[in-house]
């Protein structure tokens, strides 16, 4: 990925791409369809079993990004607060595991009004439930994951923004033995102001 990035880099460095000028900022208020799954691992006395058979869960997005433009007309950074609906489907049982995620991506723009991203995304567990039971308790809160994605900003402002996200984090509390991993992403659509 890193180098995919550095590759980006250089074949962009000289261009200008941006719709935004350089120095100036805009908030994007977005909304759409989010999805998420798990991955788990057990350790069991003859090795580890990795476990990723389920279908995702799809629910709400919505939120707002800032993004910063620099000078040199192909990258940004960008930060948000997104409430995401995700968790899984397992034989017809729904768990929900909603989050609000904090992404704080750099984005490179490739071609005008069109941006390859990455980051770090921060997660908060506010919500667990199986079946209408509530199983915060076992769970961890905090959620670290690795969002990669694309948007396309539109020359009236309308941004479409699809991504994903690996979890790096246990979603298990306090298990040794037991991994899960929630994963999940989003396809958007939103509207970006420039700020004076």
């Known amino acids: 990925m890193m180098i995919a990035v550095m590759a980006v880099c250089c074949l962009t460095a000289n261009a200008q791409k941006m719709r935004h000028p350089a120095g100036k900022a805009t908030i994007q208020p977005m ?97 667990a439930k199986e079946k209408g039971v509530d199983h915060k308790d076992v769970c961890n809160t905090f959620n670290l994951s690795l969002p990669i994605g694309l948007s396309y900003e539109f020359k009236n402002g309308i941004t479409l923004d699809l991504r994903g996200a690996a979890s790096m984090t246990n979603l ?18 939103g509207y970006k102001f420039e700020l004076k």
Do not use: H
Not at 34 to 50: A, F, M, N, P
């Open 31 to 127: 909304i759409g369809l989010s999805y998420g799954t798990l991955r788990g691992e057990y350790k069991t006395t003859s090795g580890t079993i990795k476990y990723d058979n389920d279908d995702p869960r799809y629910g709400l997005a919505i939120g707002a990004e800032g993004e910063y433009y620099f000078d040199n007309g192909w990258f940004s950074l960008s930060a948000g607060v997104l409430y995401m609906q995700q968790g899984c489907e397992i034989k017809s049982v729904t768990t929900k595991l909603d989050f609000i995620n904090i992404p704080v991506l750099a984005n490179f723009y490739v071609a005008k009004g069109f941006a390859l991203k990455t980051g770090l995304q921060p997660g908060f567990l506010v919500s």
């Open 172 to 189: 298990i509390k306090d298990s040794d033995n037991m991994k899960w991993y929630a994963d999940g992403g989003m396809l958007t659509i």
